[in-house]
């Protein structure tokens, strides 16, 4: 765990009106900023900076390069893509801090939502409720399934809190490094060739970096079993979309996503038509489960930096 420097009386940029977090300390002085056009103040004051949450990279960095006093930067997002690139350009020392657990729940949610769904094809019954039809048949269930969870940190392991009472047969984990939870191992992701055919399901959970940009590709995605269904609730760029199409199109796999690469995805793009696949627009943080969570992050980061603690899910230190 990082630690702060120790901090005086500064600027505090926040998303979300100050007056509407409680126990914030009062040795700050607080700006409401939440990507809007015009500053607060001036950028050169603030030493603790809360991105705005789901306004876009642009938005995200844009006062950042005028940030001279910066020492912490705060997301409040699970995933740091949307900021890394502009960590080098940091004060030094700046401490970039994720949201670890705000998201656990509703990401989660979406998780298994997005899998009963493709399972039991509901969005076939919508369609044929639209047009007054009524379609039986039989379909699949969760139950005895395996499902293979690929990025097992907070919210992997929350996606797998919440399917052990769906009686699935078995839960694969894999990780970037191989460990062992109290449920049990978790895999590197070394071994994802030999666990990939043995899931019916495939979750994706895992951050978007480096080593997992375009993971889930061509020899990804061919060791996947016949009619296994991969449910991505990670970022667009951990699969590779043109090797998706092309497992979609031949009707060997299925998908449901919540994330696109591209994304938004514009109209009349291949995926919205592609057969057996559930997309939805990146709604597996923003919930009514966000705000709670998201002002206690904040209320204890800024009373842990105000006490000179260190801060907690510190994922970076600018060089």
């Given at each position: 765990m990082a630690s702060s420097r120790t901090t005086p009386a500064t600027d505090v940029w926040l998303?979300?009106?100050p007056a509407q977090?409680?126990?914030?300390?009062?040795?700050?002085?607080?700006?409401?900023?939440d990507g809007d056009e015009e500053f607060p103040a001036d950028p050169a004051d603030?030493?603790?900076?809360?991105?705005?949450?789901?306004k876009g990279k642009a938005v995200s960095v844009r006062p950042l390069a005028q940030m001279t006093s910066?020492?912490?930067?705060?997301?409040?997002?699970?995933?740091?893509d949307h900021v890394l690139d502009a960590v080098p350009d940091l004060p030094a020392e700046t401490l970039l801090c994720n949201a670890r657990g705000v998201h656990d729940a509703s990401t989660a949610e979406l998780a298994l939502v997005l899998t009963l769904a493709a399972l039991r094809q509901l969005p076939q019954f919508v369609r044929a409720q639209d047009a007054g039809e009524w379609c039986p048949g039989v379909h699949e269930a969760l139950a005895d399934k395996t499902v293979l969870i690929v990025g097992h940190g907070a919210i992997g392991a929350a996606v797998e809190e919440r399917l052990v009472p769906f009686e699935v047969a078995e839960v694969l984990r894999v990780a970037r490094s191989?460990?062992?939870?109290?449920?049990?191992?978790?895999h590197a992701l070394g071994s994802l060739p030999e666990l990939l055919p043995r899931a019916d399901v495939v979750i994706l959970c895992t951050p978007l970096t480096d080593e997992t940009r375009g993971l889930a590709g061509a020899g990804f995605l061919s060791g996947m079993k016949d009619g296994a269904l991969l449910v991505n609730v990670a970022r667009g760029g951990v699969v590779?979309?043109?090797?998706?199409?092309g497992e979609l199109e031949s009707g060997r796999l299925r998908a449901a996503l919540d994330?696109?690469?591209?994304?938004p995805l514009p109209a009349g793009h291949p995926l919205w038509h592609a057969p057996n696949t559930l997309i939805t627009p990146h709604v597996g943080g923003p919930t009514s489960a966000f705000l709670p969570r998201a002002k206690?992050?904040?209320s204890s980061q800024l009373n842990r930096w105000a006490a000179g603690e260190p801060l907690e899910h510190t994922v970076v230190v600018a060089g």
């Open positions: 998303p979300i009106p977090i409680d126990g914030l300390p009062d040795t700050f002085t607080y700006h409401f900023w603030c030493g603790f900076y809360v991105v705005p949450y789901m910066l020492r912490v930067v705060q997301t409040l997002t699970a995933g740091i191989a460990r062992t939870v109290a449920r049990g191992p978790v590779d979309t043109g090797s998706l199409l994330v696109t690469d591209p994304e206690r992050l904040l």
